[in-house]
């Protein structure tokens, strides 16, 4: 990102969604008045608003837009100035009924509500290119727009689709990945399996429903495609709006979030100045701190050096979840707050006044139904003066000497149908490993199997890559052969890009540094479960998954105390070149995880950032002065924790310890010792 391209905004940045055209006129004055009250300094503006901005094709009314823009401008407050093409008018889809996408089965999606277009529809990228220029040739020098928010959520509801148009653009795809050579992609499809060589690229199709189940690697590529295809359309209005303003830097919202993962935001980080995302709490997760802690180190790692934004939460409750649950009381702070913590330089919300019609109309704001009288909009004027009291942590970041292997397209591939067992979910898996660390205070990057730099950590940690090329296998085996302490978690390995099996025993490209060879997984049962012995805690179990396994120059750390593997190998530990490599071959307990985990951690060298009693998330951000020590109290208890420095919240000099209250927060700026981050 150039420095040209930055979000010139004081502070951290605070507001959310505002959609002045669902209201009268008249309303728009109190909002600016109670935005100044809650401190609120950036709004995005228009994202769902094409049918109004061209009310036909090619006539344009920006009269409405012009004066939300001179009133935020009057008022103080910036504009995230939103292309709207995530929603388009029904006048588009009369015009265009080609556009409307297609699902797996065949059948055509209607208009009438959000993102229901075909990614690869002409029609719609024109359509879309020319609202964009449009916009851009406006208001790129309108003093209140400070960025520009590209779309909304791509792949949300679109991730793909299956007509003719996709079909034609999937196979432009495939031939520029395949160098336009169909016996390499029948090579890498492993085509000559059921009869499904093709000799003609009009052969190809996308993956529609089929009786059987489809062939892994068209599957797969076909997930690389629409993630690409939905990419290009980003690039594609980025560049429109960077001709018309090379000032301003631009976002589009991504969802890192536990539920979606129709995108590979590897591929999408480089291609966007600033980075946000879109994060929202699942109302059956009993530890969401998790959820949030996890998503924003994963955004931070993505940004790498550059800022991020929190674009999305709530207040409160959503309105798409079967059982919709309000946050309780202090739970939405902390909740903004750990985004901070895991370093978002801006915290907005879905949305700024709560819509009394149409499908959201039940999703909290920040102004409520209810209005000023009730205890969301105390929280967000409480808020609002939280984070100018953290002005001074923007631009911060966190040193880490963890890093925890996330990949799209593993994740994508050990999902895929006819797997040894369906009950194997990434997002899980990675989950179970991360969450030892946030509860020991350990901080955590999240890096590519391929990353160039992973001899800046201690400890690479490898939960879940079922799927893994040669140079990430290679990178990963360097990293302990140099002296690095590596953990691999089961069916790791198995696959190369291609999906094609690594022959000669599991796990695959991992079985030299990790010492051990295995023969035959043995997945259990959902209710099913092993004992494990050996230097474990006991009445150790593991669940979901074992395997049989031989030690090839491995020690066994722990072996199966019961059923069909008595005895053999469940947790190994091997000396490798100048480094040590752990396999976990199994699925242990939470708390035998935990325990193996810290044992790794310890021999690494690896130490939790601050000792805190359980309940307390502790995280430090780095800034170029000074240190600033997260410290958020979830079990409600309140904590007494050693602290030097001044806490940033209340502005009182901390002198030994400093109290966090039961359910909150307290931000200590720490001066820093020369040894620390080491």
Known sequence: MSTERRLHLPGIAYGGDYNPEQWPEEVWAEDMRLMRE????????????????????????????DRVLDLLHHNGIAADLATPTAAPPAWFFKAHPEALPVDQDGRTLSYGSRQTFCPSSPAYRKASLRIAKALAERYADHPAVAMWHVHNEYGCHNPACYCDTSAGSFRGWLRTKYGDDLDALNHAWGTAFWSQWYYSWDEILPPRATAAPANPTHLLDWRRFCSDELL??????????RR??????????????????????????????????????????????IDIALNGDLMRSLAGR?????????????????????????????????????????ILFFQWRAAKAGAEQWHSAMLPHAGTDSRVWQD????????????????????????????????????????????????????????????????????????????????????????????????????????????????????????????????????????????????????????????VPQGATADLWTEHLRLAGAEAVATYADGPLTGVPAITRHTYRSGTAWYVATHPDPATLAAVLGHICQEAGVRPEHEVPDGVEVV???????????????????????????????????????????????????????????
Not at 40 to 46: A, D, E, K, Y
Not at 311 to 326: C, D, F, K, L
């Open 38 to 65: 809650a401190g609120v300094t950036m709004v995005s503006v228009g994202i769902f608003s094409w049918a109004l901005l061209e009310p036909a094709d090619g006539v344009h009314d920006f009269s409405r837009t």
């Open 232 to 241: 290009s359309l980003c690039t594609a209005e980025t560049e429109v709006l």
């Open 244 to 289: 018309a303003a090379p000032h301003l830097p631009a976002t589009t919202n991504f969802m890192v979030l536990r539920t979606f993962d129709a995108l590979d935001y590897w591929r999408w980080a480089p291609e966007v100045d600033i980075l946000s995302n879109d994060h929202y709490l699942m109302s059956d997760d009993p530890e969401p701190e």
């Open 306 to 346: 550059r800022p991020w934004l929190l674009m999305e939460h709530s207040t409160g409750a959503v309105n798409w979840q079967p059982v919709n649950r309000a946050k309780n009381p202090g739970e939405m702070r902390r909740n903004a707050l750990a985004h901070v913590a895991h370093g978002a330089d801006g």
């Open 380 to 535: 967000v004027v409480r808020l609002g003066a939280d984070l100018r009291a953290l002005a001074e942590v923007r631009d911060s970041t966190q040193t880490s000497r963890v890093a925890i292997v996330w990949d799209w397209d593993a994740r994508w591939a050990l999902e895929l149908p006819s797997q040894p067992s369906g009950e194997l979910r990434f997002q899980d898996l990675v989950r179970d490993w991360y969450t030892p660390l946030w509860r020991a205070g350990i901080g955590v990057d999240f890096v590519r199997p391929d990353e160039p730099g992973l001899d800046r950590y201690r400890l690479v940690l490898v939960p879940s890559l079922y799927l893994v090329d040669d140079t990430g296998a290679a990178r990963l085996a360097a990293f302990v052969e140099r002296g690095g302490t590596l953990a691999v978690g089961f069916h790791s390995g198995a696959v190369d890009e291609n999906c094609h099996v690594r022959l000669g025993g599991y796990p695959g490209a991992f079985r030299e540094i990790l010492g051990v060879r295995g023969d035959e997984p043995f997945p259990l049962l959902p209710g099913h479960w092993a004992g494990l012995v050996g230097q």
């Open 620 to 678: 430090r951000r780095r800034g170029t002065d000074a240190d600033y020590l997260f410290l958020i109290d979830h079990a409600g208890h309140g904590a007494r924790i050693p602290a030097e420095g001044v806490e940033l919240l209340t502005g009182t000099p901390v002198v030994g310890s400093v109290t966090v209250p039961e359910g909150g927060v307290a931000v200590v700026r720490e001066p820093r010792p020369a040894h620390r981050g080491e």
